[in-house]
């Protein structure tokens, strides 16, 4: 099945350490997106990639790294310089046709103690 | 960044009523969306509206896009059960690809009394 895998699902980390990510899909989009969510708010765009080897800030990039070596892979760094690293975080692709709209993970939560 | 401002932020329905949340932006879209959350998972596109008064219906949702292109609505008729989790809108100021940002709702939490 295509499809958009966040891994893991629940992640704990002490303060201080770095934390990577993972987002696969297998639906051959070109977009990638990572997005934080906290209760009670809407998502927040952390970084994009419109293309391999490419990617941009979004709202809230500090404290945050991502690389985009191939199509399928979009890994999200959460760094020791992220002060409120406690969150949960959404992983996004899109095609490139016109009027179609971003598939979803499942999401990660991460918990920093 | 801009949050959209979505309400109600919360709603307590009993089974079979109609459901009514909206969003508005003081910045013009020309896409909006509506997904909806389980807890725990991640947002599923439930509607997208793509012309200014544009409205559309899935099922027992209807969703329009407003004139001024400043807001948008989401109506649910009927509701059941599995209706329970979060709304969110989300607006996008252009549809390239290329120019891909979503700014999104501080969502609706839909609650229904047994």
């Known amino acids: 099945d295509g499809g958009i895998t966040q891994s893991p699902k629940y992640l704990f980390r002490k303060e201080g350490q770095n934390v990577t990510l993972s987002c696969e899909q297998n639906?051959?989009?070109?977009?990638m997106y990572w997005y934080r969510q906290d209760p009670g708010q809407g998502l927040r765009l952390i970084y994009y990639?419109?293309?391999?080897?490419?990617?941009q800030k979004g709202d809230i990039a500090e404290g945050y790294s991502v690389s985009r070596e191939k199509k399928e892979s979009f890994p999200l760094t959460v760094t020791s310089a992220q002060k409120n690293p406690t969150a949960f975080y959404l992983c996004?692709?899109?095609?490139?046709?016109?009027?179609?709209?971003?598939?979803f993970g499942q999401g990660t939560r991460l918990t920093v103690v | 960044g801009q949050q959209l401002n979505q309400s109600p932020q919360s709603m307590f329905i009993q089974e079979g009523e109609d459901v009514s949340m909206n969003c508005t932006s003081s910045?013009?879209?020309?896409?909006w969306l509506w997904y909806k959350q389980d807890p725990g998972e991640g947002p599923v596109l439930l509607i997208a509206?793509?012309?200014?008064?544009e409205l559309t219906s899935n099922g027992r949702l209807t969703a329009q896009f407003g004139i001024t292109r400043k807001d948008s609505f989401l109506n649910i008729s009927a509701s059941i059960p599995s209706d329970v989790g979060i709304y969110f809108c989300?607006?996008?100021?252009?549809?390239?690809?290329?120019?891909?940002?979503?700014?999104f709702g501080t969502g609706t939490r839909l609650t229904i009394i047994p």
């Open positions: 996004a692709s899109k095609s490139a046709q016109l009027n179609t709209e971003a598939f």
């Open positions: 990639s419109q293309i391999v080897n490419d990617f």
């Open positions: 639906l051959n989009h070109d977009a």
């Open positions: 910045s013009i879209f020309n896409t």
């Open positions: 989300a607006g996008r100021r252009v549809s390239n690809f290329g120019n891909e940002k979503l700014t």
């Open positions: 509206l793509y012309k200014a008064g």
